[in-house]
């Protein structure tokens, strides 16, 4: 019980300074429509393949920009004052759930966004916004672990670019399956192994971090 009232006042925290400051929400906001922009200015008409793989990769460094400093940002005493409040697995969980809820609004503009841009024919819409949510539930898990590990060594971009490449190429390449067979208006069994190794990712990249964050918060 005291984990969760730990959790909830973490997570309103960081809702709380997002609301005052707006910084990254309107920083990513104005990243995300700027590119569905320029790549209207770019390509105007593009075929099923290349616009589902655009907007992938709109998403994913639109994750990068959003979750890439959830620790970095965060100053010693700061960290310190967390220390004596709350477990180390309240922290990371938090962290999480907070990331996951940006991801999901943004991931929701975004694709709005690109939908009115680029008008392309997408087979079963509605399993297609799940894909969505399936990739921006991914990338906040992957990227939140990744932050945590990356802020322990110097706040190391570079560190964390090369520990999210072997975990998110995987991950991208099962989204961009998912929501193609979507765009195709597959049958939905069809994606259903797609879906159970992104949950089963997903449900190993957060066990690694409520096993992982403990030590490393004790560095």
């Not at 910084?23 to 075929?47: D, E, K, Q």
């Not at 759930?97 to 680029?118: D, E, T």
Request: proline share 3%; glycine share 4%; charged share 10%.
């Amino acid at each position: 019980m005291a984990f969760l009232k730990q959790v909830k006042a973490l997570l309103y925290k960081e809702i709380l300074l997002e609301w005052r400051s707006k910084y990254a929400f309107n920083g990513i906001l104005l990243y995300v429509i700027s590119t569905v922009f320029v790549c209207y200015l770019s390509f105007r008409t593009t075929p099923p393949l290349v616009w589902n793989a655009l907007f992938w990769i709109i998403l994913l460094f639109t994750a990068i920009n959003a979750i890439a400093k959830s620790f970095m940002q965060e100053s010693k005493g700061r960290l310190l004052y967390y220390y004596t409040i709350a477990s180390p697995q309240a922290i990371i969980v938090s962290k999480i759930v907070y990331n996951v809820i940006l991801m999901v609004i943004m991931s929701i503009i975004a694709l709005i966004c690109y939908s009115v841009v680029f008008t392309n024919e997408i087979g079963d819409v509605w399993f297609y916004f799940v894909a969505v949510l399936l990739g921006a539930i991914s990338f906040s898990t992957v990227f939140t672990m990744i932050s945590a590990i990356a802020s322990k060594a110097g706040n190391n971009g570079t560190l964390m670019a090369i520990l999210s490449f072997p975990i998110i190429i995987p991950v991208l390449m099962l989204i961009i399956k998912l929501s193609k067979n979507a765009m195709d208006g597959l049958d939905r069994t069809v994606s259903y192994d797609e879906i159970g190794v992104l949950g089963f990712i997903n449900v190993i990249v957060v066990a690694i971090s409520l096993l992982l964050f403990p030590y490393l918060w004790r560095d």
